[in-house]
């Protein structure tokens, strides 16, 4: 008998997934192939020692896929998500040599940073993220299945956005899915606040998806390939090819667009301004309330990353020829010096140390205080510490696997609290059930772990007061 294929691919409508998974049955072998579409993917062979017990194996594991979302496709009609990356610029520093303390070889160009009271984030394109503590040891790794785009906070959780289209919640010991983008998306830059996700894209849209991973609204900027995406209470801040422009945070009703000279490769925010990088080699500081321009940054090459220090009485910038600068509020240049590891794809600044991700995906620490700066100017620099990560660090992925547990076998001194999973027409909603909450009110709960009739233990819920819906935190135990 020939091998007989079934070929299946995940085709939620306006969903992000994007991944393959035929089954062969041949005789008394099975062979599993899986993976991202567009790619060889991963294959494993199984005998099994009739031919009947071959096709029942091969019928349970088409059938599990099917009820995960998987359906019939022919190969090679569907492609592989665009996936744009900025262009790596290999040129050389002639500044001198800025502080470094310390430096992590992540392994691979990286854009994804966050640095909090506790920790530094990095993520880079071979979907690794990795928490570094500000001493310059690794303490956690996660592998996530693409490339990591960037690592946005959002009060207590934190984000990492991928390549895949997929945005995932780090808060926990575990990965989870939080938002799925349409596959026809090719994103450039994301930002969430309270719940609600902003996407901007290389056609120059922005679009916003609410606590529900449910469309909001989108609108069309003037110009394409927008970097920028920044996100508050009362709007949000889109900037592409010709400028910036905000959009009402509910509606998306335009308030202002401003034109800039340059395209906007980055953007960042503080309570009154936004800061956009432009490929004019300059930084613009431009009102929230109305995009007026407040001040600009000169540097000398294309502005990759920016950042600031509290209530901007400093804003720093990345080049793309592996230059570091500092302003003061209004515009004065203080200082630039060569990070000896790559352009600045992004970065933060915390308690006088600034913190940049790198074209050669390194996270490095500076120290950004004036008599280090003193002494860098004059040519004097501290030794460089090369942090290496443990070789028995364990690698942690995605998984929708839960621990299972018996409530009443669960201590009181373990808190927490109850939720419950149900049906609402087509889509799956999360509600509390414990005491002292509003059963009526819905959880952002993470997608890939949903189940119609199941409650789960949650470390804890916090209330949104803007989007008036509880967000679950912390670890998630399944509930018998």
């Known amino acids: 008998m020939a091998p007989r294929s079934t070929y299946l691919e995940l085709s939620e409508d306006g969903g992000s997934s994007h991944k393959f998974y035929e089954v062969v049955l041949d ?17 494993k062979a199984s005998a099994f020692a009739t031919e009947e017990k071959a096709a029942a194996a091969a019928a349970k594991k088409i059938s599990e896929k099917v009820r995960k979302g998987y359906a019939p496709a022919v ?3 569907r492609q592989r998500r665009t996936v744009t990356r900025r262009s790596v610029e290999s040129v050389r520093s002639t500044a001198t040599q800025a502080p470094v303390l310390w430096r992590f070889a992540s392994g691979a160009a990286a ?24 001493g310059g040891t690794v303490t956690g790794r996660f592998r996530l299945p693409d490339g990591v785009k960037c690592i946005v906070a959002d009060d207590f959780w934190i984000y990492a956005g991928a390549d895949d289209g997929k945005v995932y919640d780090l808060s926990g010991k575990v990965p989870r899915l939080a938002y799925e983008i349409a596959e026809d998306v090719d ?18 849209r922005i679009t916003t998806i609410d606590h529900e991973d449910e469309f909001q609204w989108s609108r069309k900027g003037r110009g394409d390939a927008a970097w920028m995406v920044r996100c508050d209470d009362e709007a949000v801040y889109h900037g592409h090819s010709t400028g910036v422009a905000r959009y009402d945070a509910d509606d998306g009703a335009p308030v202002w667009e401003t034109s800039l000279n340059g395209a906007v ?27 007026a321009t407040e001040a600009v940054y000169r540097c000398d090459a ?9 209530d901007g009485r400093y804003v720093f910038a990345g080049d793309s020829h592996s230059s570091v600068y500092c302003f003061d509020q209004d515009g004065e240049r203080l200082w630039k010096l060569a990070t000896g590891c790559g352009s600045a794809f992004s970065m933060q600044y915390l308690d006088d140390r600034l913190y940049i991700v790198t074209t050669d995906g390194t996270l490095a620490c500076i120290d950004a205080t004036e008599e280090a700066i003193r002494a860098a100017q004059a040519g004097t620099v501290p030794e460089v510490m090369d942090v290496k990560a443990a070789a028995g660090l364990a690698m942690v992925e995605p998984t929708a696997v839960l621990e299972t547990v018996v409530l009443d076998t669960v201590s009181r001194t373990d808190g927490g609290v109850v939720v419950e999973c149900f049906r609402e027409g087509e889509r799956l909603r999360v509600r509390v059930v414990s005491e002292g909450y509003d059963s009526m009110r819905n959880v952002q709960f993470p997608k890939g772990v949903r189940e119609a009739g199941v409650r789960y233990l949650v470390e804890g819920v916090r209330f949104s007061e803007r989007g008036g819906f509880y967000r679950a935190y912390g670890d998630i135990r399944r509930l018998l």
């Open 75 to 77: 190969r090679g009609v």
């Open 111 to 134: 854009f994804g940073i966050f640095v909090d009271e506790e920790r530094c984030w990095v993520g880079n394109q071979n979907g690794d993220v990795y928490t570094v503590t500000h």
């Open 265 to 291: 490769l980055f953007g960042w925010q503080e309570s009154g301004s936004v800061y956009a990088g432009t490929s004019r080699a300059d930084v613009h500081r431009l009102r929230k309330s109305d995009g």
């Open 302 to 310: 294309a502005v990759f990353s920016c950042a600031t220090a509290p």
């Open 27 to 43: 005789g008394t072998q099975v062979t599993i192939s899986y993976g991202r579409i567009g790619e060889s993917g991963q294959a």
């Open 187 to 204: 994103i450039y830059w994301l930002d969430i606040h309270d719940g609600v996700l902003g996407v901007s894209d290389r056609a120059g």
